[in-house]
């Protein structure tokens, strides 16, 4: 299923989710400093979330998810999740970047690919460590920039 909201309203969603899960409701001036944005600019999308049917939001009161809203702010932090994962358990990239890039990359990843990382990780999960070794040898050239030897001979193999 593709995305029907824009990255900006994702990202509202998600901190609607994250701070009325703390407190019961959102409040205007804690979503604004949550993502950095005046106060007149949340105050009009969730205007726009609420005409959509993704958000309750009583003027100069709190504002909660709907039933579509949560649903809706559940698949964008699956997509986070999945991909803050995949940057930081098998690319290496620690875990304040990863957290950031994967905020950026979660409102354009398609469907396809969202699910084949997601099968990606359940597979390396799912194997015994001794199972997958390149996955070690991946994480050590990172750390020290070497291939590890059967790497650089399939390397200088290929050279020839």
């Known amino acids: 299923m593709e995305r029907?909201?824009?990255a900006s309203m994702e990202d509202y969603l998600e901190a609607v989710a994250m701070l009325s899960s703390e407190g019961g409701v959102a409040r205007v001036k804690q979503i604004s400093q949550a993502l950095g944005v005046k106060m007149p600019s949340v105050t009009a999308a969730l205007k726009k979330l609420s005409e959509e049917g993704l958000v309750e939001h009583e003027r100069y009161g709190g504002a909660r998810l709907?039933?579509?809203g949560d649903k809706a702010a559940v698949?964008?932090?699956h997509r986070h999740e999945?991909?803050?994962h995949f940057l930081t358990d098998v690319l290496n990239i620690d875990a304040e970047t990863a957290r950031v890039d994967a905020c950026r990359m979660e409102h354009?990843?398609?469907s396809a690919t969202l699910e084949r990382?997601?099968?990606f990780l359940e597979f390396i999960a799912a194997c015994p460590e001794d199972e997958l070794p390149w996955l070690k040898d991946y994480s050590h050239f990172?750390?020290?920039g070497q291939l590890p030897t059967v790497c650089?001979?399939?390397?200088?193999e290929g050279e020839r």
């Open 152 to 156: 650089s001979l399939r390397a200088s």
């Open 75 to 77: 698949e964008v932090f």
């Open 142 to 144: 990172v750390q020290h």
């Open 108 to 110: 354009s990843i398609s």
């Open 82 to 84: 999945v991909l803050r």
């Open 117 to 119: 990382l997601a099968k």
């Open 4 to 6: 029907e909201h824009t």
């Open 66 to 68: 709907t039933v579509k």
